[in-house]
């Protein structure tokens, strides 16, 4: 499914073919579900056209952030079924000493700090997290960078992210590096993650599969939550065992 063909040149297709690149990492016992940074800022208020919706938010990633949405809905869904932890990140709820905490997102992308709609931060009514999820504010792209996350997948006995979000270039693809050097099996499930620009998405999607991640589509991603065994998580995080089942 992935479109990276039309980016690449002859040349790259004969390197890729031949380098052994692309071996698959598989899926382990004890998932977890990473979402990253699907907020409004991220997405619009609305599925609009990108160039319309960066007009509201600079880093909005229009039509195709929605479409992202839709497939993520799935993935967390068959992952509450089986009692599997959700984990979700978003920016900060708060300024830092004003910019400061923004670091060299004020060199690179001023308009970042700039961006003050009070809902910027705010994950997605469609896919709002539920009381017994994990949402971790983060301020740099990895979700590894100075949070908790790598404490909690320790506690949990986690083996495999199934990670999902944006941007695929950015956040996603850094957050992929940071688990994969860890030595955490990364699953990119490619119809729940998105970006702004089409090149992007498409050459870092192929890029994590052929390095750090198996890019899965959804459907494989749904099927393997749906063979994991009932409440593998419910010794370490007792709150799944007790939430109220979807209906």
Known sequence: MMRHEEFLSARDKLVFEKSGHGKRVGYGQRP?????????????ETPAPILESIETYHN????????????????????????VPV??????SRPIAGKVGLGRWNDKLPG????????????????????????????????????????????LGADTLL?????????????VVAGFSRNYRMIVVEEGTFDRGEASH????????MKYADVEPLEAAVNYLQSVDDGVFDDRMPVLATAAPLH
């Open 32 to 44: 977890v579900v990473l979402v990253i940074d699907v907020n409004y800022a991220f997405c619009g």
């Open 60 to 83: 909005s990633c229009g039509e195709e952030a929605w479409a992202g949405i839709a497939a993520i809905e799935q993935l967390t869904d068959a992952a509450r079924a089986k009692r």
């Open 87 to 92: 984990i979700y990140t978003t920016g900060l």
């Open 112 to 155: 970042e700090a700039d961006d003050i709609n009070e809902r910027a931060n705010e994950i997605v009514a469609e896919i709002a997290p539920h009381e017994h999820d994990i949402v971790i504010e983060k301020t740099m792209p990895s979700a590894f960078f100075a949070t908790n996350l790598a404490s909690y997948l320790v506690y």
């Open 163 to 175: 990670v999902c979000g944006t941007t695929t270039s950015g956040c996603v693809r850094a957050s």
């Open 202 to 209: 498409a050459i870092n999607l192929f890029d994590m599969d």
